[in-house]
């Protein structure tokens, strides 16, 4: 586990950042899908490549087959942000959104055969048994949504502006452990917060990830600084 | 942090709780003036302490303070007996109107 690069008053700062960042992440979920959406205590960690790389294998996720979105941000700070969801996903989007079919009458399967194995952002060919366009292009927009929300809503109260590269999916467990293992070695003297939301009365769970690597945290350090300063002095 | 946000005259006396559980203790062993409660905390939530001071009684005067922005959570909260829903990060004013309109300042 790598040393605290952040006081006790600023990793508390940080906590509410984050904690703001969730909250709207959850509206903006929430707003998309028009159902309520329960929050959980944001969790803000000194990433451990195991302890990272172990997250598919522990709690609820353990037993689920998984996929996710993955999405970069740039500017005042940057870094990697993951949204996973369980397999009950698509079904429960179906549902709460109410589409049964693809543009162009292709049916949306509502399980999980054979996903492709990566999407990287783009639209390939489908793969025979793979999900439908539609659904995957459904998990990159709301993910894309989410991430968007929870990011911004961290660099805003600092005064900071991050932009967003394009959301690329991942489509199996097998890709989300490589990511998270990649990821993990890419900061491994970064922050990892974790953030979990679950529908009220569905049965899907998603979680966020948000991975800044250390020159993101020096610079969040010197904004949390200053937002510190202006609390004081106001 | 949110304590650096409160208005001075409010800063006179000041608990805190850590989660829910730890609330409900400090409620029932002392006289509280006003609670800002938050929503996302381990243990109990902020609903589950609002139904339970429900259930044992009354609820002091609670302005929550929470993050999440959707407008369901703010109904839910006044339904539970909250005078006062603030989103942060809010201005020290928010606080103040609202202790203002229920005759607490």
């Known amino acids: 586990m790598t040393a605290p690069a952040l006081s006790g008053e600023k990793l508390d700062a940080l906590q509410e950042l984050v904690n703001i960042g969730m909250g709207a992440a959850g509206a903006a979920l929430a707003k998309a899908l028009g159902a309520f959406v329960e929050l959980t205590v944001p969790a803000v960690d000194f990433t451990d490549r195991r302890s990272v ?56 399967s509502m399980g999980f055969p054979n996903p492709p ?12 048994h793979a999900k439908s366009a539609a659904q995957q292009e459904m998990l990159l927009d709301l993910a894309n949504v989410v991430i968007g929300a929870c990011v911004n809503n961290i660099a805003e109260p600092i005064h900071e502006v991050v932009s967003f590269g394009p959301p690329a999916g991942l489509g199996t467990r097998a890709d989300v452990r490589t990511y998270l293992l990649q990821e993990a070695v890419a900061c491994h003297q970064g922050l990892i917060v974790n953030l ?28 949390l600084t200053q937002l510190l300063d202006g609390l004081a002095a106001s | 942090m949110l304590r650096k946000s409160l208005p001075p005259e409010l800063l006179t006396d000041v608990v805190e ?7 409900l203790r400090c409620l029932a062993t002392s006289h509280v003036d006003l609670m ?5 905390m381990p243990e109990r939530d902020g609903y589950q302490v609002l139904k339970a001071l429900n259930d044992s009684g009354g609820v002091p005067p609670t302005i929550v303070v929470s993050a999440d922005a959707q407008s369901l959570a703010s109904e839910r909260v006044m339904q539970l007996g909250a005078i006062g829903f603030v989103r942060k990060t809010f201005k020290p004013a928010e606080l103040t109107e609202i202790l203002r309109r229920a005759g607490l300042v």
């Open chain 1, 53 to 108: 790389a172990g997250l598919l294998d522990a709690g609820p996720w353990a037993d689920h087959e998984v996929e996710a979105v993955r999405q970069p941000f740039f500017g005042a700070f940057t870094g990697e942000s993951l949204m996973i969801f369980d397999e009950q996903v698509h079904a429960q989007l179906a549902d709460l959104l109410g589409y049964g079919e693809a543009p162009g009458g292709e049916p949306i």
């Open chain 1, 117 to 128: 194995a990566m999407m990287r952002g783009e639209q390939s060919s489908p793969a025979p």
């Open chain 1, 196 to 223: 979990d939301f679950k529908l009220e009365a569905r049965s899907f769970l998603s979680r966020v990830l948000v991975f800044l690597p250390e020159h993101s945290l020096q610079r969040i350090d010197q904004a």
């Open chain 2, 17 to 23: 709780a850590a989660d829910g559980n730890e609330a």
């Open chain 2, 36 to 40: 800002l409660l938050d929503l996302t």
